[in-house]
């Protein structure tokens, strides 16, 4: 990205610096701007009513005032037929209001996206004319609507067009056509948005019948809200709509207004404000279903009715994000797979793409790739498409010589709506493509008003400021340029890492920075104090100063491209919080902090560690996390892995026990891994025994929790541990039951979980000729390190269609991003196996339990199978006759009588008659000196195995949705 400051004359400034007597920097800023003559700029900084135009300049005005005044002399019906989208529903409310309330009588219709499509609609026509004489007044809409004004006409009922939008060679033949963008209209100002010209409309019925402005222009909130939400240029007499407007809104009376505000912690609206969190949410209702519904939250006067359109508002807006994500994965996809971001202008399609969020899935693209976007929705009869563009290229003018091919076609130069036959699309691409479109070199540029220090930022400058809003197009926030100054921090957030958030210190006040999409620049993150370069707009919100990052860079040594695992990302964090790393101390951590921080341990500690579990199911899940992050081996001890003792190793507390005076003398510290487990099974006797050796050895043990119920803390006093730090976080997820019903997710789950890694390759094979046409990463603990790094670089880089993974992967779904769909797909031997899917960065996730009652039985199966029980050992010696025995022999009979599914377990078996006094000498197994009394450690395993399997996954596993949402939701719930 580059960056270019605005060279300004010096004479210019000093010119409005003594006309208007005003500052360098606000000068800088209005020529910047193009406002460079004092009386343009005069007029700017002072909005005022007399800057509204005399709406009878507008051609046909006249036509429809006469048209509508008889209307209300006859008390003829006024139909007001809107468009879907903010501009079309506030104008639709402002003429309705107006027309109301100064005696006409009114019906209105907005159309539904999805079923009616953009235009007007002749069956509402035919209904409106069979049971009433009257006139329909269209709002954003109209100017192509040829056969239905055709139709009306021929009913016998005049149309009234106001529109905003690019007028065709011919205008249809309606009874009055206002548009600013007619050839032939003399209109001084030609970018009013659709609301702004129904306003000028009840203007001129107003001057017409002496109504005061104050009678009226408490409908200006609701024009400056659809003038903001349409992205129209906020100049001239916009400036003033939008700054009355905004200044009525921070005090409406519209109930549903006002709490749609507060439940958006909005108390004094901007254009930004409305730009970007206000007009999505009332957007996604036409985009989804019906724009009614946000029509009534802006004319609704009860408060109940209103709070409940505005729930529905937010149901509609994370729908309206779920299908958003998906359309524009699959988009990118398509885009990456034909290398289509090397066309000069870019045409994804999918077949049945939600029509409704087509347009902000293109906006999207446009931003990614810098390249006009189209993209399209086929179904089986007609396709319907959006498109939107860059600055240098109009579509109008780019497709309006190919418009035989649309059945609907209009919009404004950066953004166009279409139909079209689903048959004809092929051929309309390919005419697309015949098509001269002019290409940049680049597109990354920012032009930047002015370069300062932050230290410059001063209240003086703030208030210049103030005096350019409201932002918008036309007048977009002043850019700024600040070079090699110091941030307190540089750090990560969001989905998949993708935002910045720094710190600085401005004249004394500390002032949070935020980059959203910038964290790819991050390599990693910086809790000491880091010089950089950032190009930034200001927030000065309630008082409360905050800077925007649009583009960051830092020194090249801190920017270098290099292979570090993403979870070395916190360890600065670590060294800082725990300098000294005293044994005796008890640590509450959420999940991905307790990997992060044993990670830590073993690559930045320069002490032997020893981490300890409960059993082989806990142990085995923390080693598997790590794995994903560990380029070599990684050492794990047990009743099957004796001689692997390395300076950071994973133990089972049953191993640790039996090796005990070994394990003691030849480790520096012990890591007591989930203590709420302890705290649970202190009544067993090898628990017990354990916590009586950590009492008596307290500066060896240090002891972490991820869980932390009841009395935790002080069963961790008891014990001897001091509680050195605590937190806790809440994971954003949704659970659905589907047992069974795979099927079901098949198609849009993004990720297949699977317990049990020995059946990834079976449902792979299952289901691959169902995913041709996507490329199936399969992520397993078996992998090499390399192959592993290339699975979590492929997430990264998105280029994936679906993802089979075991459990226990270091939340490696999270990497899928907001709204990601996961299907358990085998039931897990611990809940911590569905908690590290879980994000809690703020990403809402889908998690579907396909798992059934019988893959339960399977997992318990799976237990009894892995630690045999000394009833089982009994009979397996029974059927052993004679003091020695061959391993092949041996092998044969575990398989035969059913004891062993394969011969790969036989080594369990052998490790117990190891620990009972077998001895081995080549292929042979000599038993003739078995100690029964010394209990082998494979079976003090199994106690531990199934007192925790039976205790607390099972039942909870037996519960489905509701057990599990509670357990993974409290942090109180031991898992």
């Not at 879980?838 to 019988?854: H, R």
């Amino acid at each position: 990205m580059r960056w270019i400051v605005k060279q300004v004359d010096q004479q210019q400034i000093e010119l409005l610096c003594n006309s208007l007597t005003i500052s360098p920097f606000l000068a800088r800023l209005l020529i910047n701007r193009g406002f460079k003559e004092p009386q343009q700029v005069f007029e700017f900084l002072n909005p005022n009513i007399a800057h509204l135009h005399d709406p009878f300049l507008l051609k046909d005005m006249d036509r429809a005032v006469l048209l509508l005044l008889k209307a209300k002399s006859e008390d003829l019906p006024v139909l007001v037929y809107g468009d879907y989208d903010v501009d079309g529903i506030t104008g639709v409310a402002v003429l309705k209001e107006f027309l109301e309330r100064f005696g006409w009588r009114t019906e209105y219709y907005i159309p539904k996206r999805m079923d009616e499509g953009y235009g007007i609609q002749p069956s509402v026509i035919d209904q409106f004319c069979r049971k009433s004489k009257g006139i329909i007044v269209t709002v954003d809409c109209g100017i192509t609507a040829f056969e239905a004004i055709d139709f009306a006409n021929s009913l016998g009922c005049p149309v009234i067009v106001t529109d905003h939008h690019e007028v065709g060679e011919e205008l249809p033949r309606a009874a009055a056509i206002i548009d600013p963008k007619r050839p032939d209209d003399p209109y001084p100002f030609k970018d009013l948005a659709g609301v702004s010209v129904a306003f000028k409309l009840i203007c001129a019925l107003a001057q017409e019948l002496g109504i005061e402005r104050e009678q009226f222009f408490d409908l200006l909130e609701l024009v400056a809200l659809g003038t903001v939400a349409d992205m129209v240029k906020l100049v001239d007499e916009n400036r003033f709509i939008v700054k009355e407007g905004l200044r009525r809104l921070r005090n409406t009376k519209r109930p549903g207004l006002s709490l749609l505000f507060a439940r958006l912690g909005i108390v004094e609206p901007d254009s930004r404000d409305i730009g970007y969190r206000v007009a999505p949410k009332l957007n996604a209702a036409g985009r989804l279903d019906s724009a009614d519904d946000a029509f009534q939250l802006l004319i609704a006067q009860d408060i109940t009715v209103a709070e409940r359109l505005v729930d529905l508002l937010f149901e509609y807006n994370t729908a309206r994000q779920e299908i958003e994500a998906d359309i524009f994965a699959h988009a990118v996809e398509q885009i990456e797979e034909y290398e289509l971001q090397k066309d000069p202008l870019i045409v994804v399609r999918g077949s049945g793409w939600h029509v409704g969020v087509i347009g902000i899935v293109a906006t999207r693209l446009v931003h990614r790739y810098g390249r006009p976007v189209m993209v399209i929705s086929e179904s089986e009869d007609i396709a319907r498409g959006s498109a939107r563009s860059v600055p240098e290229i109009n579509l109008i003018e780019l497709l309006q010589p190919l418009s035989s091919h649309f059945k609907e076609f209009g919009g404004h130069p950066l953004a166009v709506g279409f139909s079209l036959s689903s048959d004809s699309i092929d051929s309309f691409i390919e005419a697309l493509r015949s098509c001269k479109i002019p290409v940049r070199e680049t597109f990354d540029v920012i032009e930047v008003d002015h370069e300062i220090q932050l230290e410059q930022i001063n209240d003086q400058m703030l208030l210049d400021m103030q005096m350019l809003e409201p932002f918008g197009h036309g007048n977009p926030e002043p850019i700024f340029l600040s070079k090699n100054i110091s941030a307190e921090f540089l750090r990560t957030f969001g989905q998949s890492h993708s935002n910045v958030k720094m710190g600085f210190v401005i004249n004394g006040r500390k002032i949070e920075a935020l980059g959203f999409g910038l964290g790819y620049l991050l390599e990693k993150p910086s809790y000491e104090s880091t010089n950089l370069d950032i190009v930034f707009s200001i927030r000065n919100g309630r008082g409360s100063l905050s800077l925007n990052v649009i583009d960051l860079s830092l020194p090249k040594k801190s920017c270098q491209s290099t292979e570090e695992n993403e979870i070395a990302q916190r360890w600065l964090h670590f060294d800082r919080l725990f300098s000294e790393l005293k044994p005796g101390r008890f640590f509450i951590l959420d999940l991905r902090t307790r990997n992060a921080f044993l990670l830590w341990l073993k690559e930045k500690v320069d002490l032997k560690c020893a981490v300890i579990s409960i059993n082989n199911i806990v142990s085995s899940h923390v080693h598997q996390s790590l794995l994903r992050h560990v380029q070599g081996k990684l050492s794990y001890a047990n009743s099957l892995n004796r001689n692997s003792l390395e300076r950071f190793t994973f133990m089972t507390v049953s191993y640790f026990l039996d090796e005990k005076d070994r394990i003691m003398s030849q480790y520096d510290l012990f890591v007591v891994n989930e203590l709420a487990h302890f705290k649970v099974f202190q009544q067993n006797r090898q628990i017990s025994e354990f916590l009586q050796l950590v009492r008596e050895n307290i500066d060896k043990f240090v002891a972490l929790s991820v869980k932390n119920p009841d009395d935790l803390l002080n069963f961790a006093t008891a014990v001897g541990f001091e509680t050195a730090y605590e937190k806790s976080l809440k994971p954003n997820y949704g659970l659905t039951d589907l047992s069974g019903d795979i099927d079901s997710v098949i198609n849009d789950a993004s990720c297949f979980l699977f317990s049990d890694q020995r059946k990834l390759a079976e449902f792979f094979k299952r289901f691959k000729d169902r995913w041709k046409d996507k490329e199936v990463i399969i992520y397993s603990h078996t992998l090499r390190p390399g192959q592993r790094l290339n699975v979590v670089n492929c997430l990264k880089k998105k280029k994936f269609g679906k993802l089979i993974s075991s459990t226990n992967t270091d939340g490696l779904p999270t990497m899928l991003g907001q709204e990601a769909e996961i299907a358990i797909i085998d039931a897990p031997f611990t809940l911590f196996e569905i908690l590290d899917v879980l994000s809690t960065d703020g990403d809402n996730q889908l998690l579907d339990l396909c798992f059934t009652s019988e893959s339960v039985k399977e997992r318990e199966a799976d237990l009894e199978e892995l630690f045999p029980s000394e009833k089982i050992l009994d009979e397996i010696l029974t059927k052993i006759r004679g003091e020695r025995i061959n391993q092949r022999d041996l092998n044969e009979i575990l398989v035969e009588s059913g004891y062993l599914k394969t011969q790969s377990y036989a080594k369990i078996i052998m490790s117990i008659l190891r620990d009972l006094g077998a001895t081995f000498v080549g292929e042979e197994i000599i038993l003739s000196h078995l100690r029964f009394s010394r209990k082998p450690v494979r079976i003090m395993e199994r106690e531990l195995e199934f007192a925790y399997f039976e205790g607390i996954t099972k039942p909870l596993l037996t519960q489905r949705v509701k057990g599990i949402y509670r357990a993974l939701a409290n942090v109180k719930t031991v898992i």
